[in-house]
């Protein structure tokens, strides 16, 4: 009698692989476009944009490290959202998305802290201080960089899902402190120089960031496509080996 046994396969995930030439080309031409976002956001930064009269030409890093740190902060939300779709679906799509966001928000978020001590050192005379600001954070930094640590070493994948989907909605407090840190408290950070009653900046400063800012924008999108293509495919594979020792067709793994 044949064997009619089957494998569930994780949920969320296909037991074939998803018709993706319209995704691979859509994705394509984001890249092709973020590419090209960059590099004029970069000649206005480094080139159009006038020298500040303050702190001069190590003003222009504040086009790279204020992008920056939104994409973090879009990042993290992402992981918040998504973190909150897989308790609540554990669907292995919502746990890519935020497994996904969390790297690319820690990436953004060093970048983040390296272009502050970059400026620092000439402007406030140290590489860091232990400012509200600038430990709040390092403190969201740390906060990610174990979010991902305790996928790697949880004893199962879906205990490390799980784990870290909590984690990223505690994590994510965190987010709006370092936002309003220069509200709150006393600290050597600057202040905002763009908020609701305008911009405090002239305007060709003022095109050079938001160009900027939709660049770093389109590159994250860009990052997330990629990256969570990879880790779907990742999933794809593993859920195939477990079909196979499933069925004997390989030994098991460990």
Same mark, same amino acid.
């Given at each position: 009698?044949?064997?009619?046994?089957?494998?569930?396969?994780?949920?969320?995930?296909?037991?074939?692989?998803?018709?993706?030439?319209?995704?691979?080309?859509?994705?394509?031409?984001?890249?092709?476009?973020?590419?090209?976002?960059?590099?004029?956001?970069?000649?206005?930064?480094?080139?159009?944009?006038?020298?500040?009269?303050?702190?001069?030409?190590?003003?222009?890093?504040?086009?790279?490290?204020?992008?920056?740190?939104?994409?973090?902060?879009?990042?993290?939300?992402?992981?918040?959202?998504?973190?909150?779709?897989?308790?609540?679906?554990?669907?292995?799509?919502?746990?890519?998305?935020?497994?996904?966001?969390?790297?690319?928000?820690?990436?953004?978020?060093?970048?983040?802290?390296?272009?502050?001590?970059?400026?620092?050192?000439?402007?406030?005379?140290?590489?860091?201080?232990?400012?509200?600001?600038?430990?709040? %954070? $390092?403190?969201?930094?740390?906060?990610?960089?174990? #979010? !991902? &640590? @305790? *996928?790697?070493?949880?004893?199962? =994948?879906? /205990?490390?899902?799980?784990?870290?989907?909590?984690?990223?909605?505690?994590?994510?407090?965190?987010?709006?402190?370092?936002?309003?840190?220069?509200?709150?408290?006393?600290?050597?950070?600057?202040?905002?120089?763009?908020?609701?009653?305008?911009?405090?900046?002239?305007?060709?400063?003022?095109?050079?960031?938001?160009? %900027? $800012?939709?660049?770093?924008?389109?590159?994250?999108? #860009? !990052? &997330? @496509? *990629?990256?969570?293509?990879?880790? =779907?495919? /990742?999933?794809?594979?593993?859920?195939?080996?477990?079909?196979?020792?499933?069925?004997?067709?390989?030994?098991?793994?460990?």
């Amino acid at each position: 009698m044949a064997d009619t046994r089957t494998i569930p396969t994780p949920a969320g995930l296909p037991r074939t692989a998803p018709a993706s030439g319209l995704i691979e080309k859509l994705t394509t031409i984001l890249g092709v476009l973020t590419l090209a976002a960059m590099a004029v956001a970069a000649y206005l930064a480094l080139v159009y944009a006038p020298r500040d009269a303050l702190t001069g030409q190590v003003q222009r890093i504040f086009y790279f490290h204020v992008p920056a740190a939104w994409v973090g902060f879009l990042a993290f939300f992402v992981v918040f959202i998504a973190s909150i779709g897989y308790l609540w679906r554990r669907s292995t799509a919502w746990d890519a998305v935020a497994r996904s966001s969390s790297e690319i928000g820690l990436l953004f978020t060093t970048i983040m802290l390296v272009t502050g001590s970059i400026w620092g050192k000439p402007v406030w005379g140290t590489w860091w201080s232990w400012d509200p600001k600038l430990t709040t %954070s $390092l403190i969201l930094w740390f906060i990610y960089l174990g #979010y !991902l &640590m @305790l *996928r790697a070493y949880a004893p199962t =994948r879906e /205990q490390g899902a799980r784990y870290a989907a909590v984690l990223g909605i505690i994590g994510f407090v965190d987010v709006p402190i370092v936002y309003l840190a220069t509200t709150w408290w006393r600290t050597l950070h600057p202040e905002a120089v763009i908020t609701p009653d305008g911009a405090a900046m002239d305007p060709r400063m003022l095109l050079a960031f938001l160009v %900027s $800012l939709g660049a770093f924008t389109l590159l994250y999108a #860009y !990052l &997330m @496509l *990629r990256r969570v293509r990879i880790e =779907r495919l /990742q999933e794809r594979v593993e859920a195939l080996e477990d079909e196979a020792v499933y069925e004997g067709r390989v030994p098991g793994r460990g």
